[in-house]
């Protein structure tokens, strides 16, 4: 009987942004849940820093060093309650962005908010 032999996977959907990031501090990982950013809803994403950016990279499960979203970190506003992080990005023109994060990994909401304050508080100074 063949056996098939599989050496490389071509995801069905290839992600789109721009491929091989590493963020250079790593706040969390969560699940997108809602936002006005063309995300997959339900998906993981990584979400970090990386020289006064706020980056949010993903899907994990596709491609975890793919740029999901993007910002100057001091444009970005940041809150944590109860089990969800929203993260906003002031309409600044034409539109705002938002996005919606629950069940993180590797960190509560409020101190993924409370980082991300106070890195665009230093990068502001």
């Not at 001091?74 to 994060?101: C, H, K, Q, W, Y």
């Not at 960190?107 to 991300?116: D, G, R």
């Amino acid at each position: 009987m063949p056996r098939l032999v599989v050496d490389h996977v071509v995801p069905a959907n290839p992600p789109t942004g721009t491929p091989a990031f590493a963020p250079a501090r790593t706040l969390a990982s969560g699940v997108y849940v809602a936002g006005t950013v063309g995300m997959r809803i339900g998906s993981r994403y990584l979400i970090g820093i990386s020289e006064g950016r706020l980056n949010v990279l993903g899907p994990m499960d596709e491609d975890p060093t793919t740029v999901a979203f993007e910002a100057p970190i001091e444009a970005i506003d940041a809150t944590g309650t109860n089990d969800r992080l929203i993260i906003s990005l002031p309409a600044r023109g034409r539109g705002g962005s938002v996005l919606a994060f629950i069940a993180l990994a590797g960190s509560t909401p409020a101190a993924v908010a409370e980082e991300i304050t106070r890195s665009s508080v230093q990068v502001a100074s």
